[in-house]
């Protein structure tokens, strides 16, 4: 069991280490870097101040060394400086994580609550149209990015409905305020429920084979019971 822990543990800790270089490669593959970006927006470049500016920065030191002062920073809590805000990273993303939060929470209720019942009912009416319906439905879910959902319930409610408004205040009303969030965390959690509602499904279906639930339809039982 210990042996199992302790290669578990190194293999979830190569894994991250795997991961944080993929991000940091990603970041740097992208053209340009914050000193491109702050002499464009003042309108000129002069190439001795935007080498300084390099050079404070760690932009002139080597590739891996400029790794290590990252990921050392991000294991130290240090998120770094918004140089477009003017303000350090953390306190760019704190505001947000509340809603956010509300809105993961309520996107997976959504996804709980509609993925389990659909995946029973598909299973209990196996092979029927409604089956197949559902089946449909639960494969355009997996197909369908989320952004994409996203944009199209945008077009529905606000352009072409008009029932929603494309920004508002959060209200101070729960009620309210659940409201505000239903469509966005439908929105997310849409794609969830479609893996929930296919993997119901299997399980159902994987119980309702077993040789106790045979039996028991043998003696009389019925699907209900």
Known sequence: MAS???????????????????????????????????????????????????????????????????????????????????????????PRVPITAKLAILALFFSVALGLPLGVISAVNQNSKLDYALRLVSLSGLSLPSFWLAL????????????????????????DELLLYSIPAAAVGFRSSALIMRLTRSSML???????????????ASDNS
């Open 4 to 94: 199992y822990v302790i290669r578990r543990t190194v293999l979830m800790v190569l894994t991250l280490i795997g991961l944080s270089i993929v991000i940091f490669a990603m970041l740097r593959l992208v053209p340009g870097n914050i000193a491109d970006i702050l002499f464009d927006a003042a309108g000129f470049i002069d190439p001795a101040e935007k080498a300084q500016l390099e050079e404070e920065l760690g932009l002139a030191d080597p590739i891996p060394l400029q790794y290590w002062y990252w990921i050392s920073g991000l294991l130290q809590g240090d998120l770094g400086f918004s140089y477009v805000s003017e303000l350090p990273t953390y306190d760019e993303i704190a």
């Open 152 to 175: 199209l319930i945008l077009m529905a409610f606000v352009s072409w409905f008009g029932s929603i408004p494309i920004y508002t205040d959060p209200p101070d009303n729960l009620w």
């Open 206 to 220: 994987e119980v309702m084979r077993q040789d106790y639930i045979r039996t028991a339809k043998a003696k009389g």
